[in-house]
C-alpha cells in the first residue's frame, strides 16, 4: 500500500499506515502522521464515519507467530540468546506502533487531542522499532527470524469496541509490564557487556513512561466521563481480563510516573501474592 496516493482524511492517511506491511515503510509513515499533525495538516476527518474492522494489521509475513508458550525461552549468556531478546522486543515496538495507530484511527468519539497524543505514541514507537532493528542487524539477524506472538493485537481485537478497556487493558496492563522487566533486562544485559542494547533499552523505558501515562490520562478521563471510579474499575477489569497473569516486582517509581495510584499499586501487589 506504501505506493498508493495518499488521502487528506486524517483516517484514510492513519489507516494506510496502519495496514502497511513493509516494516521501514510503516516507521517512515508513522512519523510523517506525526509531523503532519504537528504543523496542522491533519485537520479534516469525517469523525462520524465508521471504522474498518482490523482483524489483522499490516504486518510481514515473518516473524512466524506461535501461542506465547511456543516462543523459545532466551538465555542472555549467550549472543544467539541476546539477538532472540532484542527481536523480542523489536516485536513488541512493531505491534506497538500498530496499537497506537488503530487507537488513533478508531475511537472517532474522543476529544481530538486523543488522536494526536497515539500518532505521537505511534512515532516514537516507530523510533524504538528502528533502534532495535539496527542492532539486531549489528548482531547478524534481522526482524522475522525468530517466532514470536500474538499477545498485544489480540488484545487490541478484544477491546476494539471500547475506547475505555483499551486505555485499561493495553497501555495500563500490557505495555506496562514493560516498565516493571526492562530495569532487569538492562542489569542483565550489563552484567554480559551489552551496553549498545542497554542503551537503548534505556531510552525505550523513559518514553515509554509517557506513552503508559498517557493511557492513564485517557482511562481516567474515560471513567470520569461515566461516572466510574478509576480504581476500582481498573481492578475489576484487571482481575475479569488478566487473571493469573499479575507477576512482580512492581516499578513503583515509574508506574506512579505513569499515572497510577499508590492504592493501585497496593492493589496489583495484593493480586499478587493472591495467585502465588
Not at 484514510?12 to 495496514?19: N, T
Not at 517512515?28 to 482490523?54: I, R, Y
Not at 523489536?90 to 496499537?99: D, T
Not at 478508531?106 to 514507537?125: C, H, N, S, T, Y
Amino acid at each position: 500500500m506504501g505506493g498508493t496516493a495518499l488521502s487528506h482524511d486524517r483516517y484514510d492517511r492513519i489507516y494506510e499506515a496502519l495496514m502497511e506491511p513493509v516494516p521501514v515503510r510503516k516507521c517512515n509513515m508513522a512519523k510523517e502522521l506525526w509531523s503532519e499533525w504537528q504543523v496542522g495538516h491533519l485537520t479534516t476527518g469525517d469523525d462520524n464515519s465508521q471504522p474498518f474492522p482490523v482483524s489483522i494489521p499490516g504486518r510481514p509475513s515473518s516473524p512466524k507467530l506461535v501461542p506465547p508458550r511456543q516462543v523459545p525461552r532466551r538465555n542472555l549468556g549467550t549472543s544467539e540468546g541476546r539477538s532472540a531478546f532484542v527481536h523480542a522486543v523489536a516485536h513488541i515496538e512493531f505491534n506497538a506502533i500498530n496499537l497506537a495507530l488503530d487507537a488513533a484511527y478508531r475511537f472517532r468519539q474522543m476529544p481530538i487531542i486523543f488522536v494526536g497524543d497515539w500518532l505521537r505514541v505511534a512515532a516514537d514507537e516507530a523510533t524504538h522499532f528502528q533502534l532495535l532493528d539496527e542492532r539486531l542487524k549489528s548482531m547478524g539477524n534481522q526482524y522475522g527470524d525468530f517466532p514470536a506472538h500474538n499477545g498485544l493485537w489480540e488484545m487490541a481485537c478484544k477491546t476494539n469496541h471500547d475506547p475505555l478497556l483499551r486505555m485499561a487493558l493495553v497501555p495500563r496492563v500490557l505495555e506496562a509490564r514493560g516498565l516493571d522487566v526492562t530495569p532487569g533486562m538492562i542489569e542483565r544485559l550489563n552484567a554480559v557487556g551489552d551496553t549498545k542494547t542497554t542503551a537503548i533499552l534505556d531510552v525505550i523505558l523513559r518514553e515509554e513512561v509517557e506513552h503508559v501515562r498517557i493511557g492513564s490520562y485517557w482511562y481516567v478521563t474515560l471513567c470520569h466521563a461515566r461516572g466510574l471510579d478509576p480504581e476500582s474499575t481498573f481492578r475489576e477489569l484487571w482481575h475479569k481480563y488478566t487473571p493469573g497473569h499479575v507477576r512482580g516486582p512492581f516499578n513503583h517509581e515509574a508506574r506512579l510516573a505513569a499515572g497510577f495510584s499508590h492504592s493501585e499499586l497496593s492493589c496489583l501487589e495484593a493480586s499478587q501474592r493472591e495467585y502465588e
